[in-house]
Structure formats: C-alpha cells, structure tokens
C-alpha cells in the first residue's frame, strides 16, 4: 500500500518539531533553514501552514533534471535526489510549481522530501497530529469523516 | 555540548563588534542563559550603576537546550540590572528569536555602552552589524517590524524590539520578540532603549549540533514529550485554555487579587477567563481564541492567538487592530482584568494587544493602572492630571485610555510609566502601592496561597511568580499538594522551586514544562546534550549557586533582607470573601526559616559561609 504524507493545518500550532527532526536526520544539526519541510504563520489570519513536496506522480522536477539526478523510489513513491549526480543546475526549482525542492548552497546540490524512505521523522515528531503518514488512496478519509458526523444521523 | 561556545559582545558607544569563546568554567557552575548570563554581569558591572546609564549592560542569552528539539527548547533571556527594582533582571522569553540565535552560532550577544544615536543589530551568522536606526525610532514594535523585513527582504529574519514605551523611558518596557512574545518584566526593554539600541535582527542558517550524545538525547527527548502529552496540565488544559485555564481555578480558592489588591475574589472573573474566550459572540458569532500556538518546538502549545470584536468600541475605527494577534494569558488577564475591576474581554484583548505592540509588561501596567485607580477614587489624583477621563475601577473606557497614552508616553501616560512604587510615592501614597522591590505582584494573592507571600517577598527582581510557583503545589497538587492557608512547612517548598526554577531557566527550557516534569525528567536531557555530568542532584545544586549568585548582586547593589517584605495591606488588612477570609499572609512565620534553610543570617544577609560555600565572586 503507498502512502502519502498528509497535511492538517488547523492542527498546526506551529512548533516547528517537524523543521527540527527533518534538519536533524538529514544534516546532523537543528537547522530549520534546511529543512525540507516549511511551516508557514499567517500572522494576521492565525494560521499555520505546513508543506512540502507532494510526490507529484508525473513529478516535473524529475523531467526537468537534465542529468537524471531525480529518481522514483519505487517503494514508497517518493522521488528523490541522487546527490552523487546533481549538479546543482537549480532546473528543477524552477519546474516545481509548489517550489518545494530547493537549492541548498552549503553543499551546491538541491533538496527536497524523500518520506525519509517510507519512515518520515517529521509525522513522529509532530506533537498534535497535523501531520499523519497513510493510505494515499484515502487521504480524504478525515475530512469525509468530519462531515459525516454532521449529518442528521450523528450522534443517533 | 550544546553550547555553540561563543559570545558577540557588542559595543554601542564604540560600535565595537567583537567575538570571544563562552567561559565553560563558569557554564559548568551556571550551565546557561539566566546563570551564566547573570555570572558574566555580576563579572561586568558595578551594582550600584544606574540602570539606563552606559554602564548598565545588556546581555541576551540562551540556554544549551535553546534550538534543540526537547520540547520547549527555544526560550532566551535578557539579563541587566534593573530600573525598575535596581536588582538583578532576567526575563525570560519564547518565540523563535532565542533559537534564531543559537542556529546562527551564538550562545549569548553582550551590549554595552550607549550608541550616539539609534541604531539596531543585524546578525547574519557569523556577521553582526550595527545599522542606524533613526527611521525606526518613534515606531511601534509592531510598525519597525514591518518596517525591518521589508527592508530585509527576508521573511525568515527573527526581531527582537522596542516599543515607544521603552523609548519614552517607562520603567516596565518589554522587549518583544516575534510580535507577541516577550521578555517581559522588570524593564528590561528600558535597558535596551537606553543604549539607543531599537531592535536585534537575525537569520541563522548554521543550525545546532554538537549534541554531545544525539541517541541518548533524542530517546530522553521522546520520552520528555510523552510524559508532556499524557499530563492533564500541558497535555489538555493548557493548549485549550492556556494559562488561563487557571482564571476561575484562582478565584474560587479567594486568591484572585481584586481592585488593586483590596478584594480577593472577583466577580467578572468567568467573563474573562480561558472558558470564556471559547465563547462565540453575538456581532460575527466568532470567539476570542482563533487557536493556540507554539513557541520554538514547543510540544505544549499555550499560547493563544485572539481577535478583538470589531464592533467594540475600542476598535470600532481602528481596522488596523482586526487582525489575530497574541492573545490574553493569564498573568495578564488578571493585570489589566479583576486587578483593575474591568469585565470586558474585548477591551482587556486590545490592551493586551498594545501591551504587545509598544512592549509593556501588562502586569506592571494593569497593576499601576489599578493603582491609579485607587489613588483616584480616593482623591489622590483628579481629572486635572487625567485630562477628564474618570479613572475608576470597573471602568473599560479608562483602561484603554490608560493603555494609549502609556504606550506613546503621553500626558498622564508618563506618570503610569513610572510603575506602581513610584507613582503612589508621587501622589502621597506610597501603601496603595503592590509591590515588592518596586516591582508590580502577579495574579495570586498571597493571603490565599500563604508559600506565594514568601516567594515574592524573597523574589530576587521583585513580585514575582516565576520565581517560585508553590501555586503548583498549594493550589494545583504539583508534585504534592500542600494547604494553601497553611504558612507552615512553606519554607523549605519555596526554597526547593526557586533553585529548581532557577536551573530550568538556565537550560533553554520553559518553566510551563515543570507542571508534569520534575528535575528527572528534565536532568537526562541536560545530561545527553552537555558534555560533564547533569545529574538531578548537580541542577539542584545549579540552581541554588544561581539563586545565591542573583541574591548577592542585589546586597551589593544595596537591595538587602530588609526589603523582603509585603504591603501592609497583605500583612494586615484581612481577605474578606472566600475560603482565606479572615486572612492576611503570614510573612513573619516563614521568613526565618527561610533565611536559616538559605543559609543567611537573621536579617537576611549573605554570611561568608554561604558565599564560601558556593564559591560567590567576591
């Protein structure tokens, strides 16, 4: 079963945990700044956003890559960059419609999601379940839910 | 480790930047932030130095915990002398800016001097630069904040600033990082307005690592956040509610400080407490809270985020204030609410909200205000000084008022800019001043919560409940309920959370976790991080050397055992509803005790074997 990496954001309180472990599994050090994973504050609306790559299926950054840096995981659907390969020619920043892959300049090759292999640290660090690891074929499932309960029937 | 080892000092009168290695002999006697920062001031000044003169020093700093990810892990602190009590300041904040710091690879900035004119500090990792500030000075916090990231063009810069109320020189002034946290008592925005300094900008991008054993760290790491999450306090009521979930909990135990400390229960309190920012409104069916928040990886989440009712008549024409900002915690509900009799949420939301945007300590303020409002129900002050507003409790209209004009440090704002103390010395009132130290109470009357009398009493910068919170155990059973009208045995407990408080400070971590963790919860993680040993034993010892550290200064700067005292209306005038009726905080009955368990003399004075013993500078 595939999975997706799913996204809540009116249960975001904004910590960041999710920067954190993401930094800290992929560059060895707390570094929000390199995180693959952005949680965004709205400040007036008082809203937190997080959001990150969505493993587009016909994914564009990997079309765009003229050196085929870019790689399908066949086991869990990420697509993920081969930095041995990269360039850092930045083609695919500018293919990505969501901007989530990105240039790191510390190492001269670009960044982006891989779900950590099937096993993604931000969904355990996450303290109130705004982000959630499941079923891709079912991501609605919450939501369907939620609405479900306010039919007449609720509660009967 | 942890640390990054390294400390910016900053000089304003030279525009000197220099960069110097963080004494770790000192780090492992006073392990970080509040400690370590107060070390090197007791180092760097002179105690009696006035406090908004170039000698004063201004130190921001964070713990080794700040910019990890243990739960909390992103509190900073900035540590002066005070102009408000002329002891020892640190006030502690959340946010983003403290792990900001870290991540651009500093422990801690060291400002001194005062500037020519106004400027305010750029860091860029490893590069710190001064900037004049002469288009931000005159601005609110909220306004310069505006005014710095669309000059920076970067929306990932954490601020740290002062509003007008520090320029003006009102004596409580915060520094407000991230909008709407802030270090926010005992003026230590003052401080930093009085260097010319306007705000500290940073990005970092170097991130934090140097975990002295990652495995170890991230397994107490995990096992710190789950013994939050299963905790009824942080892992339910304080992200329903936050701290307000203690407003109704307070008043019905007859501690809820009233009109200026003359009543203990009050009668508006559900109207402004936690359950009642869940309310929705008759004019767009919306509450208060829009949601809670986080601070740097905090996994608790107590922060609330609030709107104000459009139509209220405070912000009826003032569409700029219809947006969500930082809402109303309990310290501050209580200040600008029952302190001052006023019931209106929507009104208290607004001055919280100005509080925010100019950088006033809203417990200090509420209380002066409340003051003021005695001192005019009583004559003391007339509508010749308020230009005709009726300063009366109860009154929302006034309170606003009060607000705007201390915020912009206009008119009779100037006076409420001075703080209760000074104010009732002004006006020929000195005893409807509650303070100790000079420095405003917090929301829990010690007539109710006898171990609270002397907590603020022997707090090292004045009333304070972050300096001792037996509420946790008097009122809410944490870790052990004691009897909250008992003084008896109260001692000993205020002496154990104040060096415990003491170290949580000094690590990065906020206070709030210690309603579910104890010393062995937070111990383990110190230890995994850190290089030496941090055992329970070793924080305890921590936080006693800080404690003693801090107490000391204070001596030296001529703030002695005879200031460790309360206002005659807590010592005398009894509580007169509730379950302490007929109550008064027994200060007398515990002080001694305290002095001997502390190792002092009778009169509260440092001995020479105490110094000895925790190897004080002289």
Redesign the interface.
């Known amino acids: 079963m595939q999975k997706s990496l799913h996204i809540d954001p009116g249960k975001c ?5 999710c920067e ?2 993401c ?2 599994i992929k ?8 995180s693959r994973i952005k949680v965004f504050t709205f ?6 956003v997080p959001y990150t790559c969505t493993q587009c299926d016909e994914a564009w950054c990997m079309q765009a890559c003229p050196v085929d840096a870019i790689v399908l995981n066949p086991l869990n659907g990420s697509k993920d960059v081969l930095d041995d390969i990269c360039v850092g020619c930045k083609v695919c920043t500018i293919a990505c419609p969501f901007g989530t892959i990105n240039y790191n300049s ?1 190492t001269g090759k670009v960044i982006k999601c891989d779900l950590c292999g099937g096993d993604p640290e931000c969904v355990k ?1 996450c ?2 379940q705004a982000l959630s690891y499941i079923d891709a074929n079912a991501t609605g499932l919450d939501k369907m839910r939620a609405w479900a309960s306010k039919t007449d029937n609720a509660g009967a | 480790m942890s640390w990054t080892k390294k400390v910016l000092r900053v000089n304003m009168s030279t525009g000197n930047i220099s960069e110097e290695p963080l004494n770790m002999h000192w780090a492992h006697d006073y392990l970080g932030q509040r400690g370590l920062a107060t070390r090197y001031l007791v180092d760097e000044i002179e105690p009696d130095c006035d406090a908004l003169g170039p000698d004063n020093k201004l130190i921001m700093t964070t713990g080794p915990l700040t910019g990890t990810i243990a739960s909390t892990g992103g509190r900073y602190s900035a540590v002066c002398k005070s102009p408000l009590t002329g002891t020892v300041a640190c006030s502690n904040s959340g946010g983003f800016f403290g792990a900001e710091l870290k991540f651009a690879g500093w422990d801690m900035i060291i400002l001194e001097g005062k500037a020519a004119s106004p400027m305010y500090l750029n860091i860029e990792d490893d590069v710190a630069t001064l900037i004049p500030a002469d288009d931000l000075w005159g601005q609110s916090v909220w306004a310069a904040d505006h005014l710095l990231r669309q000059k920076h063009q970067d929306p990932q810069v954490r601020i740290a600033c002062v509003g007008r109320s520090a320029e003006q020189g009102c004596l409580y002034s915060a520094i407000v990082n991230d909008l709407h946290r802030a270090a926010g008592r005992s003026g230590v925005g003052t401080v930093m307005a009085s260097k010319n300094l306007k705000a500290v900008v940073v990005r970092g991008t170097k991130g934090l690592g140097n975990i002295a054993d990652p495995k170890r760290f991230m397994q107490t790491v995990r096992d710190g956040k789950k013994v939050l999450a299963d905790n009824a306090v942080t892992g339910e009521g304080l992200p329903a509610y936050g701290t307000q979930v203690l407003m109704n909990v307070i008043n019905e135990v007859g501690a809820l400080p009233t009109r200026n400390m003359r009543e203990t229960q009050f009668e508006g309190a559900s109207d402004v407490g936690g359950e009642a920012m869940h309310v929705p409104r008759k004019s767009d069916g919306k509450p208060n809270l829009t949601t809670n928040a986080a601070c740097f990886s905090c996994t608790i989440a107590c922060a609330r985020i609030s709107t104000i009712d459009r139509t209220h008549f405070s912000v009826k024409d003032k569409p700029e204030y219809w947006i969500n900002s930082g809402g109303l915690e309990y310290e501050a509900a209580w200040a600008l609410g029952p302190d001052t009799g006023v019931d209106d949420i929507d009104a208290l939301t607004y001055v919280n909200f100005l509080c925010n945007e100019d950088g006033m300590d809203p417990i200090s303020f509420g209380s002066t205000v409340a003051a003021a409002m005695e001192l005019y129900e009583t004559g003391a002050i007339t509508s010749e000084q308020t230009g005709g507003v009726e300063l009366k409790f109860g009154s929302a209209e006034a309170l606003c008022w009060a607000a705007e004009v201390t915020a912009k440090g206009e008119g009779f704002g100037v006076d409420l800019g001075l703080g209760s103390k000074r104010l009732c010395e002004k006006y020929g009132k000195p005893e409807f001043s509650m303070t100790v130290k000079g420095q405003e109470f917090p929301a829990y009357d010690p007539r109710g919560i006898q171990g609270m009398g002397l907590a603020y009493a022997t707090s090292n910068r004045g009333a304070c409940h972050l300096r001792g919170y037996t509420v946790a155990s008097e009122i809410l059973g944490i870790p052990e309920k004691t009897d909250p009208l008992e003084s008896g045995g109260k001692a000993g407990l205020v002496k154990a959370f104040q060096d415990a408080t003491a170290a949580v400070d000094s690590a990065g971590l906020c206070v709030f976790t210690t309603f579910a963790w104890t010393m062995d919860d937070i111990a383990p993680q110190v230890d995994a991080a850190c290089e030496g040993d941090w055992s329970t034993e070793r924080m305890m010892e921590v936080g006693e050397r800080i404690w003693n550290l801090e107490r000391d200064f204070n001596q030296k700067a001529g703030v002695t055992g005879a200031h460790d005292t309360l206002p005659e209306r807590l010592l005398k005038e009894a509580s007169a509803s509730g379950p302490a009726k007929g109550r008064v905080n027994e200060l007398d009955q515990m002080l001694p005790e305290y002095y001997q368990l502390r190792g002092y003399s009778a009169d509260g004075s440092m001995t020479d074997e105490t110094r000895q013993k925790w190897a004080l500078p002289s």
């Open positions: 309180t904004g910590c960041l945990q954190s472990a930094s800290l560059e060895e050090s707390v570094n929000p700044s390199k400040h007036d609306e008082g809203r937190f510390s660090a303290p109130t």
